[in-house]
């Protein structure tokens, strides 16, 4: 549990006051194990304090973002996660210059739909930016007052 503790907290996070309870296992119920890395052994069946979990990489909020697609940026877009999955990388966007911009990890992303007047659209999980520093992307790509920038880390979207 606490080798995920980074995606557990990013859902739970919000009881970080409270404790995760062992209640029952089939199998190694009093299994322990220690990493190199690791000061002391951790305890297959022991409550672990939510807050003793890693820092989450995402908060459980998610965001519907609906933009145009160019046929460049789906080119980019698959360039980029061709080699690892979309979850991997993190969409900057806002809604118009002189809002702070917000960040979301890729949980699907569709190039055209049919019933969003031709827009694509992005579903993103919201990125902890109080523990995550994304990184800033380098090149722009504009169509339709829609700025597109994307690199090897992240997408940027920019209405306005």
Known sequence: MRRWGSFLRGSIDKYSTAI???LKSEKNATMYSQLTTESAP???GADVNISALDDPFFENVY???DCVVPSLMITVINSIIDSKPAYYFIV???ANTAEA???GWIMKFESRKQDNKGLGQFRLLKVATAYITPTYAGTSYTADNT???AD???ITVDNG
């Open 42 to 44: 951790v305890y297959e």
């Open 63 to 65: 965001y519907t973002l």
């Open 152 to 154: 090897d880390n992240s």
């Open 20 to 22: 995760l309870s062992f």
């Open 147 to 149: 700025s597109v920038t």
């Open 92 to 94: 900057r966007f806002r």
């Open 101 to 103: 911009y917000k960040y």
